[in-house]
């Protein structure tokens, strides 16, 4: 007989600097749209995923943390600035966009509507174009992207680059 396998997660910063492992089901999957979310993620809600007990590994690097209130740490890349952790007493809750696969982190709850915009629930409705349709955005043709790709590496910096 064997156990069924747990799921794994695997994600990290833009650059690369700091990398995680997920192990296990994940707890809770929401946005919040508080204004401390909004400020932490400079976005207009923070999309967060509880990871289970003792079921996150830092595999590269670790964030650096800020406290933003007496019960909460924010973790973060100190050499890129993604936003990554969401540290309460009550667990530690991960960036889902930091994800290699945001995609099938998909949320079920939203908290903090206290502060939420105004506008987003009519973002979905806004205009939508594909990023090469952009014609204003010339320098697009010969973009090199320097971020890290959606899996996991043998060895940070990239030694193609400075
Ligand atoms: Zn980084
Ligand atoms: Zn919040």
Redesign the pocket.
């Known amino acids: 007989m064997s156990l069924p396998s747990k799921p794994v997660y695997t994600g990290g ?6 990398r995680f492992r997920v192990e296990g089901a994940l707890g809770s999957v929401s946005i919040c749209h508080c204004r401390m979310c909004q400020k932490a993620f400079g976005a207009f809600y923070a999309p967060l995923a509880t990871a289970p007990e003792n079921g996150l590994e830092w595999t590269r690097g670790a964030p650096k943390r800020y406290r933003s209130s007496n019960h909460v740490l924010r973790g973060f ?1 100190a ?2 600035g ?1 936003p990554l952790t969401y540290e309460a007493p009550d667990g530690v809750a991960l960036a889902i966009g930091a994800f290699d696969d945001p995609a099938s982190v998909a949320p079920t709850k939203q908290w903090g509507i206290e502060a939420k915009l105004p506008y987003v629930d009519d973002l979905a409705a806004l205009s939508s174009d594909r990023t090469e349709t952009d014609g204003a955005a010339s320098f697009l043709a010969d973009l090199e992207s320097f971020q890290h790709p959606d899996h996991d590496t043998e060895s940070w910096p990239p030694k193609d680059r400075t």
Do not use: M, P, Y
């Open positions: 910063c833009q650059c690369g600097a700091v890349c050499e890129c993604t």
